[in-house]
């Protein structure tokens, strides 16, 4: 008796100094297929692993999620890269480790802008004949300024389309109501990711997907996995371990949506969608899984100089240390 009393407090005690070993990491992320490898890595439960105890916060965009890193109230970003460009430039500091995702912004048209998209009508036109017609300009919803959606959404409105401004007019909102005011005709249109895309045209499959990703902004930079200083310096072996698991789940996702398909729900849907929804938004026209951070470098330059011309940054910030893809080569060397 004794014996197994000994046995089983020795156990314990094992179990108790194992959890006080797990690093634990404040996770900011909005809720977006774009950050399904920090989704996967968690369900798979491969961060417990490595000695981490992921706790994952939500925001609705990531310049909202930017306060909280300045605060210091999350030790890890998981949204876009430009917010991180805006705040670099004003002191906010971090260093992006991985991208996760490309190309992920798209353009929907509801119900009642979508018939002036027809076959070989340009962009432009459709704008200008639903503001004839309705005799106001369609009302298009993305997050607010300085955040990729919004930035992708004006680049593809005056710089691909060519719109005339008269035409079209940016409402910003957060995610959810984004999706939502698609749904209800609050807005005419709107720029969003999965697995918002899957969920509208699978409850209306009168809105219309309009424009890609990379017909909007090529190669458009998205969601990235930022550290701060304060965490990559104070747990160097506990970040290249986050990174190690990160581009194991990007692995993952390429090679069986399948399997991902329920950890990501797990995160995602929260009773508003299903495993079949986010496994159709996983290989879906707007979802491009990425994690070398180098491929993002000259897009993210790109559309800086475009913030720039649209008045969202006052000048274009050196990027030069916002990414280090050293944690990157050394997991996909030990690949």
């Known amino acids: 008796m004794l014996r197994t009393l000994l046995v089983a407090a020795a156990a314990l005690a094992t179990a108790a100094t194992a959890a006080s070993a797990q690093v634990p990491v404040r996770v900011g992320v909005i809720p977006i297929v774009g950050a399904a490898p920090i989704f996967v890595v968690n369900g798979k439960g491969w961060a417990k692993e490595a000695g981490l105890d992921i706790r994952i916060t939500t925001f609705e965009s990531g310049p909202n999620m930017i306060q909280a890193l300045a605060s210091g109230t999350i030790d890890v970003y998981v949204a876009g890269v430009m917010p991180l460009a805006v705040a670099r430039s004003k002191g906010v500091q971090s260093k992006v480790v991985?991208?996760?995702a490309i190309e992920e912004m798209v353009f929907v048209a509801g119900p009642k802008l979508a018939p002036y998209f027809g076959p070989g009508v340009a962009p432009a036109e459709a704008l200008k004949a639903y503001r004839a017609k309705e005799g106001k300009p369609a009302r298009l919803a993305a997050q607010p300024p300085g955040s990729v959606p919004n930035t992708t959404l004006q680049h593809w409105l005056w710089q691909v389309a060519k719109a005339d401004r008269q035409d079209a007019e940016i409402i910003s909102m957060g995610i959810?109501?984004?999706?939502?005011?698609?749904?209800v005709?609050?807005?005419?249109?709107?720029?969003i990711r999965e697995p918002a895309?899957?969920?509208?045209?699978?409850?209306?499959?009168?809105?219309?997907?309009v424009?890609?990703?990379?017909e909007m902004f090529p190669s458009?930079?998205?969601?990235?996995?930022?550290?701060?200083?304060?965490?990559?310096?104070?747990?160097p072996e506990g970040t290249q371990k986050l990174v190690d698991a990160l581009v194991r789940a990007d692995a993952l996702l390429k090679a069986n949506p399948d399997e991902a398909?329920?950890?990501v729900e797990a995160a995602l849907g929260k009773g508003i969608t299903d495993v079949a929804t986010i496994r159709k938004a996983l290989t879906s026209p707007a979802t491009r899984f990425v994690a070398d951070p180098r491929t993002i470098l000259d897009a993210t330059a790109r559309m800086q100089d475009f913030q720039v011309s649209i008045g969202t940054l006052d000048k274009a910030a050196p990027l030069e240390g916002l990414i280090d893809p050293s944690y990157y080569e050394k997991a996909a060397a030990a690949k």
Do not use: C, M
């Open 98 to 100: 991985t991208a996760t």
């Open 176 to 183: 959810d109501a984004t999706q939502q005011a698609v749904l």
């Open 185 to 191: 005709g609050a807005v005419e249109g709107a720029a």
């Open 197 to 209: 895309l899957t969920i509208v045209q699978g409850r209306n499959p009168a809105i219309k997907l």
């Open 211 to 214: 424009a890609t990703g990379g």
């Open 220 to 235: 458009q930079p998205g969601t990235v996995v930022a550290v701060t200083p304060a965490f990559a310096s104070a747990h």
């Open 261 to 263: 398909a329920p950890l």
